[in-house]
Structure formats: structure tokens, C-alpha cells
């Protein structure tokens, strides 16, 4: 069997229908944006997978496993957040559609409940309290919600196709500026961790920075 790496138990976005078209800037943003989700979507498959076998007398294990659960956390609470206050807006204002988004915002509230409730665990339990299993049925009350989102907002931005390709292009252009300001200490070695050059028969450069930067 080929090995596996955190694609699993939560499935990862394709873009092979769409990632190669670049008749319009819509397919290069729902491609990039698929590919920040998969990062997501792997730091989430990874804790869930690890979670149950960290042994519960190795204090520095089960703490160093939650300061990786809460920078996932902070890397989805950093996305969403420039996605409401800038992508989305600039959105509107480009296609002249108000509420054109709203129904990703109304996504982004369907799974809150439940990664609250996720974070406040990985912040606030004790590490000799810490439980796995209990880790994993938290990540069970919000992964659906969670991944409906970040699977159907990709649909959405390839149907922004019918508008001006340059300035949707360029609204994606400045949300990265803001992705890219995140914490370089905690944020940014996730999402340098959880990309994988080879998916899709390496076909993608995600993240687009020099070689030398992940190092």
C-alpha cells in the first residue's frame, strides 16, 4: 500500500478540473484558495490522526501537541478573519452584488460553536487532564460544518469567472498581502508544514516563495 500522509479521515479539495485554465484570474484563485484549505484540511486530518497516541505520561508530548492545535486554530482564525473584513468586501464591491458572500460568512458561524470549543480544550486543559480521544470528538462536533465550507467556497470563486478578471485577481493579490503578515513564529510554520509540493503530481507551487524561505 502506498504510504499516507494527513489526507484522511477529511477529504482534501481537488483542483485538476480547473487549476490548469487560465483564461480567467477565478480558476487561479479557487486553485490557490483549494490549496490553502488542504493545508487546513492536513492539520486537522494530522491532529486527529495523532491525537489517541501520544502517551498520556509525556507531559512535554501532550503540550507540545496542543501549541500545535492552537497555532491551527490562530491559522483559521487568521484566513477567516481577512477573508470578512477584505476578500470578501472587495468581492462585492468588484461583481456590484451585495451579499454576494454572505453565504460563506454564514459558514464560517455554522462551525464556530464547535472550534471554540476546540480551542478553549487545546488552551486551557491541563496536560495531565489531557485526553485524545476527547481531542478527537470535539474535531468531530465541527468537521462537517468546517468542511462543507471550505470544499463549496471554491464553486463559489470559480463562478466569479463572469467578472473582471484583473481586479478579482488583484483582490486576491492584496488578501495574500494580509495572509502573509500572519505570526512568522507560530502561523506561518504551520502552513509551510501542512502544504505538500508533491500533491496532485506536483503540479503546484503553493506556497510561491523562494526555496530557501521554508528553511
Request: charged residues 25%; contains cysteine.
Amino acid at each position: 500500500m502506498a504510504p499516507q500522509w494527513a489526507d484522511q479521515p477529511y477529504a482534501l479539495n481537488t483542483t485538476t478540473e480547473f487549476s490548469k485554465d487560465t483564461s480567467h484570474a477565478a480558476y487561479h484563485v479557487a486553485t490557490e484558495m483549494a490549496l490553502a484549505h488542504n493545508g487546513m484540511l492536513r492539520g486537522l486530518n494530522s491532529i486527529y490522526i495523532q491525537a489517541p497516541f501520544v502517551p498520556k505520561t509525556d507531559l512535554i508530548a501532550i503540550r507540545d501537541l496542543q501549541t500545535y492545535c492552537q497555532c491551527w486554530c490562530e491559522d483559521v482564525h487568521h484566513h477567516h478573519d481577512a477573508e470578512e473584513t477584505n476578500f470578501f468586501p472587495a468581492i462585492e464591491r468588484i461583481t456590484g452584488i451585495e451579499g454576494l458572500m454572505e453565504r460563506n460568512v454564514e459558514q464560517h458561524r455554522a462551525f464556530t460553536p464547535g472550534f471554540e470549543q476546540f480551542e478553549k480544550y487545546v488552551r486551557n486543559c491541563s496536560p495531565k487532564d489531557f485526553d485524545g480521544q476527547k481531542l478527537r470528538g470535539l474535531i468531530e462536533d465541527f468537521a462537517e460544518p468546517l468542511n462543507i465550507h471550505l470544499k463549496e467556497e471554491i464553486d463559489t470563486l470559480r463562478d466569479l469567472d463572469k467578472y473582471d478578471s484583473k481586479q478579482i485577481q488583484e483582490a486576491y493579490r492584496q488578501f495574500e498581502k494580509i495572509l502573509m503578515s500572519g505570526d512568522s513564529y507560530r502561523v506561518a510554520p504551520l502552513v509551510f508544514g501542512t502544504a505538500d509540493r508533491s500533491f496532485e503530481g506536483g503540479m503546484h507551487n503553493f506556497p510561491a516563495v523562494p526555496f530557501f524561505v521554508p528553511w
